[in-house]
């Protein structure tokens, strides 16, 4: 393999086709289901994944046959199914998504969810780096082989349009496609987080998550505060009662229920990225004035945040805004809670001592209900075989010029733990492009575009070098 060449090969192709077709990507506003109850009418979609399969041929691959699969009311899928070459042995499975968060707000002037904005090597908008950029880094790795007439194993690409709302979709897909995909040596995911833009990085693990709404009601009908006050509670304050049995206000600590028994491994892992992140790891937010987080031990931040459990309520409903508010006691008050679990804390079991810590005894009486709309089981990847992490190591250092980083990841990735359990004997590399400032989900975020070209030259060099590690774990 010549490197250079890999690398010249994966630049050029970042420029002229993949940044280029990721610019249209963004405008297309296709939320994912949980946040489009119409998607399938709406038909963006649709018209995403058109879009992707559209463009496919512009990044070449010998004899790489592409299609839409669409199960009635599911979002479709793409998937590319890439012979091996050059009699190269094993079957890696390639992941990514295309459906997008919605648009949030606070973006910066000039920026917007569907308005693709190149700026300093970084392209702005709503799904450039989870996950657009996804299959065509996969292609272009393949691609920057066959161009040196390199080997690599069999790929089977797979983009799915429903991983934003827990993958529910997926399992059908996977189930229907079975005989395509077949069995897995290898998974690749391009859809994780980086501690830095300076190396690669391996996500070791991934928490779950309880999701749902919180429901408080005292009245059928706000009532005059002076009136009703002394007499009929508050409902938020019946709210605080209850979140206050979960979570200690003062500490952050939560519901016993909530937290698992953290391997000894991962306290290791966490001084390593500790020193290798330094600070970055508290700085990366966007803090407003003097806040700040409630330790200065940057290890034990990365463990709180892989390994511990995590509450925030990403909404609320039943009140108007500040300046519309009269001074009327309101009937009800409710609450978007998120809780994030260690990845080895069932999610099921997790969601029970929620609802009857919630719902049990409340003051007053009061109604309150929680109903929980997602319920995910994180994942933790096993070891990896010694000459994949060689393979992997390699290349960051070839491509980025500094050794491979490992970490635990604080966000959910629901597939990983159903793909683990269909094919227990394959090896997980997880790893992506969002790292400090690159804020998915809210506004600003953006794709570090040095970053893709060289997570791609590294997704080539794990490629050709994957027929010693597959073989190593036969």
């Given at each position: 393999?010549?490197?250079?060449?890999?690398?010249?090969?994966?630049?050029?192709?970042?420029?002229?086709?993949?940044?280029?077709?990721?610019?249209?990507?963004?405008?297309?506003?296709?939320?994912?289901?949980?946040?489009?109850?119409?998607?399938?009418?709406?038909?963006?979609?649709?018209?995403?994944?058109?879009?992707?399969?559209?463009?496919?041929?512009?990044?070449?691959?010998?004899?790489?046959?592409?299609?839409?699969?669409?199960?009635?009311?599911?979002?479709?899928?793409?998937?590319?199914?890439?012979?091996?070459?050059?009699?190269?042995?094993?079957?890696?499975?390639?992941?990514?998504?295309?459906?997008?968060?919605?648009?949030?707000?606070?973006?910066?002037?000039?920026?917007?969810?569907?308005?693709?904005?190149?700026?300093?090597?970084?392209?702005?908008?709503?799904?450039?780096?989870?996950?657009?950029?996804?299959?065509?880094?996969?292609?272009?790795?393949?691609?920057?082989?066959?161009?040196?007439?390199?080997?690599?194993?069999?790929?089977?690409?797979?983009?799915?349009?429903?991983?934003?709302?827990?993958?529910?979709?997926?399992?059908?897909?996977?189930?229907?496609?079975?005989?395509?995909?077949?069995?897995?040596?290898?998974?690749?995911?391009?859809?994780?987080?980086?501690?830095?833009?300076?190396?690669?990085?391996?996500?070791?693990?991934?928490?779950?998550?309880?999701?749902?709404?919180?429901?408080?009601?005292?009245?059928?009908?706000?009532?005059?505060?002076?009136?009703?006050?002394?007499?009929?509670?508050?409902?938020?304050?019946?709210?605080?009662?209850?979140?206050?049995?979960?979570?200690?206000?003062?500490?952050?600590?939560?519901?016993?229920?909530?937290?698992?028994?953290?391997?000894?491994?991962?306290?290791?892992?966490?001084?390593?990225?500790?020193?290798?992140?330094?600070?970055?790891?508290?700085?990366?937010?966007?803090?407003?004035?003097?806040?700040?987080?409630?330790?200065?031990?940057?290890?034990?931040?990365?463990?709180?945040?892989?390994?511990?459990?995590?509450?925030?309520?990403?909404?609320?409903?039943?009140?108007p805004d500040p300046a519309n508010a009269g001074n009327t006691l309101r009937p009800g008050t409710s609450a978007k809670l998120v809780f994030r679990l260690p990845p080895n804390v069932d999610a099921t079991r997790a969601s029970e001592a929620v609802v009857d810590a919630l719902e049990s005894h409340p003051p007053c009486d009061a109604s309150v209900r929680f109903e929980v709309d997602a319920a995910e089981t994180g994942w933790f990847a096993k070891p990896l075989s010694h000459s994949l992490t060689a393979a992997l190591d390699r290349a960051s250092n070839e491509f980025f010029g500094k050794p491979l980083r490992q970490i635990g990841c604080g966000g959910t990735i629901p597939f990983l733990g159903m793909?683990?359990?269909?094919?227990?004997?394959?090896?997980?590399?997880?790893?992506?492009?969002?790292?400090?400032?690159?804020?998915?989900?809210?506004?600003?975020?953006?794709?570090?575009?040095?970053?893709?070209?060289?997570?791609?030259?590294?997704?080539?060099?794990?490629?050709?070098?994957?027929?010693?590690?597959?073989?190593?774990?036969?």
């Amino acid at each position: 393999m010549n490197k250079a060449k890999i690398r010249q090969y994966v630049d050029a192709t970042w420029d002229n086709e993949i940044v280029p077709t990721l610019v249209k990507y963004i405008e297309i506003p296709n939320k994912s289901p949980a946040f489009d109850g119409d998607w399938e009418s709406n038909g963006y979609m649709q018209a995403a994944a058109e879009l992707l399969l559209e463009s496919i041929p512009r990044i070449p691959v010998k004899n790489g046959e592409s299609k839409i699969f669409k199960l009635p009311e599911r979002t479709p899928v793409i998937l590319l199914d890439i012979p091996a070459t050059h009699g190269c042995t094993g079957n890696v499975l390639c992941y990514g998504h295309y459906d997008k968060q919605p648009e949030f707000t606070g973006w910066e002037e000039g920026l917007g969810p569907w308005k693709p904005v190149l700026r300093d090597n970084r392209l702005y908008g709503r799904g450039g780096a989870d996950d657009g950029y996804a299959i065509f880094a996969t292609l272009a790795a393949i691609s920057a082989l066959d161009e040196q007439d390199i080997g690599h194993p069999r790929c089977c690409v797979l983009i799915e349009g429903c991983e934003e709302s827990g993958s529910f979709d997926l399992p059908f897909y996977i189930d229907a496609l079975r005989d395509v995909i077949g069995k897995p040596d290898l998974l690749i995911c391009l859809d994780a987080e980086c501690g830095n833009y300076d190396q690669l990085w391996l996500t070791t693990s991934l928490r779950g998550l309880v999701s749902g709404t919180l429901h408080v009601d005292v009245l059928t009908e706000g009532i005059h505060s002076g009136a009703a006050g002394g007499i009929v509670p508050s409902s938020f304050r019946v709210m605080r009662a209850q979140l206050n049995r979960i979570e200690d206000p003062q500490t952050g600590q939560l519901l016993d229920a909530l937290h698992g028994a953290i391997p000894d491994y991962v306290a290791t892992e966490a001084a390593s990225a500790a020193e290798t992140l330094g600070s970055t790891v508290i700085d990366r937010y966007p803090w407003h004035d003097q806040t700040r987080s409630d330790s200065d031990d940057i290890a034990q931040l990365i463990v709180r945040n892989t390994w511990e459990p995590s509450l925030a309520t990403v909404g609320l409903g039943g009140a108007p805004d500040p300046a519309n508010a009269g001074n009327t006691l309101r009937p009800g008050t409710s609450a978007k809670l998120v809780f994030r679990l260690p990845p080895n804390v069932d999610a099921t079991r997790a969601s029970e001592a929620v609802v009857d810590a919630l719902e049990s005894h409340p003051p007053c009486d009061a109604s309150v209900r929680f109903e929980v709309d997602a319920a995910e089981t994180g994942w933790f990847a096993k070891p990896l075989s010694h000459s994949l992490t060689a393979a992997l190591d390699r290349a960051s250092n070839e491509f980025f010029g500094k050794p491979l980083r490992q970490i635990g990841c604080g966000g959910t990735i629901p597939f990983l733990g159903m793909l683990e359990q269909k094919f227990p004997d394959c090896q997980f590399v997880v790893t992506g492009v969002l790292g400090p400032h690159s804020n998915a989900h809210g506004p600003n975020e953006f794709l570090d575009i040095p970053t893709g070209k060289s997570v791609t030259a590294c997704m080539a060099s794990v490629l050709a070098d994957a027929g010693e590690f597959i073989a190593a774990t036969d």
